[in-house]
């Protein structure tokens, strides 16, 4: 059974920092792993994306700069740490992963394969 569970989301001033943890479990290997989130009334966004292979990440232009993505050397384990938080990064984070062979692409939903149940990121400023 394939579980992805997040954790370290919570509520900060803006110019804070949080750190997104994604334990993922239950399939042989990820293509890759990414990060979205989604805002009332919005639509989920692709954030970060980082392909196992090599290790290339890719982020939103909203977060360059802010958020990085890495995950543990077991690779069952990603992260998403935000710095310089900004009211407009409050939403729904949502870890993501492929094992599909084929090409990643941030923010594209029907590449999922599997999703978490999310954790809430809360700026206020």
């Keep these: 059974q394939v579980q992805l569970v997040e954790s370290g989301g919570g509520s900060v001033q803006a110019g804070g920092s949080l750190r997104l943890s994604c334990a993922a479990s239950g399939y042989p290997y990820s293509v890759c792993m ?10 989920r966004e692709g954030v970060a994306l980082l392909v196992t292979g090599g290790g290339s990440t890719y982020y939103a232009d909203s977060v ?11 690779k069952r384990t990603a992260y998403l ?12 984070y949502y870890c993501a992963v492929r ?3 084929g090409r990643c692409r941030l923010g594209v939903r029907v590449d999922v394969d599997a999703w978490g149940q999310g954790t809430q990121v809360t700026v206020s400023g």
């Design 64 to 74: 360059k700069g802010r958020f990085t993505i890495s995950r543990e050397n077991n």
């Design 99 to 101: 094992w599909r062979a």
């Design 34 to 43: 990414g990060w979205f989130r989604q805002a009332p009334g919005k639509e």
């Design 81 to 92: 740490e935000m710095n310089s938080l900004k009211p407009e990064d409050t939403a729904m």
